[in-house]
């Protein structure tokens, strides 16, 4: 008998592998900085409270980063970022709105008026550039294959 491979199984674990491959290109200083530049309006004011919120705006901005360099890997001919933005448009507002509904939920910002949209967007921000920065970070990897 032979060997059956499961190839969805070795797609998982190899997506896996070039996940933790590009997690050491990412610093957590560099999101910490992220978030206290698109939300500083909100700290500063004390509308959302920060300790809580760091968590996940960290691991949004994981994601963001991940997808954009994800995204780098299916612009090997130069695309222009534009392009891939519209291609991966879909997991980009997925990523905004569940940090937005996050935000709302555990940073108690519902409590204050008018706040949903300045807030949704500093999220749209934060995410756009992290997903570029993953992107750039991608693309020049790719180019020195480090990748």
């Known amino acids: ?3 059956i491979i499961n190839f969805n199984d070795k797609r998982l674990e190899h997506e896996g592998y070039i996940e933790r491959k590009i997690l050491k290109f990412i610093s957590i ?21 920060s300790s809580i919120v760091q968590d996940g705006c960290v691991e949004s901005g994981i994601d963001a980063f991940v997808l954009g360099v994800k995204c780098s ?4 001919f130069e695309d222009p970022v534009d392009v891939m933005e519209k291609r991966s448009k879909r997991d980009v ?15 108690l910002a519902k409590e204050i008026e008018g706040i949903e949209e300045s807030l949704l967007f500093a999220c749209q921000e934060y995410i756009q550039n992290a997903w570029l920065y993953g992107f750039d970070l991608g693309r020049k990897k790719r180019k020195l294959r480090q990748l």
């Not at 890997?73 to 090997?76: A, W």
């Open 1 to 3: 008998m032979d060997v």
């Open 29 to 49: 200083h560099t999101l910490h900085k992220n978030i206290s530049l698109s939300f500083a309006m909100f700290f500063h004011n004390n509308c959302i409270d």
């Open 73 to 76: 890997r299916l612009s090997l």
């Open 93 to 107: 507002v997925n990523l905004i709105n569940s940090l937005h509904h996050f935000l709302l939920t555990w940073g």
